[in-house]
């Protein structure tokens, strides 16, 4: 009870939060790969169409993927070079446009000059850097983004190459939602649906006093 309580209240407290972050808009052409040197869980990203992020500065690791079809015509089937964006803002919503990738010449023009736009609510550009991750095949992107973040790259930011394996990665393993079993069922969905959308800071603070109830 103590503890289905504070979980509650907490959830107050993520909406009252809210107000004063970003909401990143997840386009569904988007695979969110890497956030702020955290490699991101894409089966828990699965469905969501935004995620709440602090104000200040970001990086963001992504790729553009185009599935149209594909089981018709593997020539349809379009993956863009992972890319890099970093920027600073104190916004209400950040959602990442993409230029029209119908045709071959569309996409190749995009993998060579990143020609998004990263805008706010009023469709205004956010100033931004932008480049390509060095990276041959499907290794480990994370890694690389730390060894990016340390090479002082054309957009890098430092701070996020402090990263440790000690470190809880930006979203939990399914494991984490374990203490979702001693709640209500009711409250199960409105707890994790804003659980997933808040950034490692609010998250991690949250598990923390989960734990803390559970063991008193």
Known sequence: MKLSLAVTGWVVLLASASCHAITLKLDPQ???????????????LKGADSLELERGQHQFLFRVEQLRDAHKDASLR?????????????????????????????????????????????????????????LSGEGDMEKTMILYNRNGQ?????????????????????????WIDDIDETQMPLIKRWFQRFDQATRQQFLWLVKMLRTS
Do not use: C
């Not at 988007?30 to 828990?44: M, N, W």
């Not at 054309?154 to 374990?178: I, K, L």
């Open 78 to 134: 379009y993956q863009s070079a992972p890319m890099i964006v970093t920027f600073n803002a104190q916004v209400k919503t950040i959602a990442i446009r993409l230029p029209a990738l119908e045709s071959r010449r569309d996409r190749h023009h995009f993998d060579r000059t990143l020609n998004f736009q990263l805008v706010d609510e009023r469709g205004r550009e956010i100033d931004s850097k932008r480049d390509r991750l060095p």
């Open 154 to 178: 054309v957009a890098s930011v430092p701070q996020f190459a402090a990263v440790n394996e000690a470190t809880v990665s930006a979203f939990p393993t399914e494991a984490e939602f374990a």
């Open 30 to 44: 988007i695979d969110l790969l890497v956030l702020d040197g955290r490699k991101i869980s894409g089966s828990l």
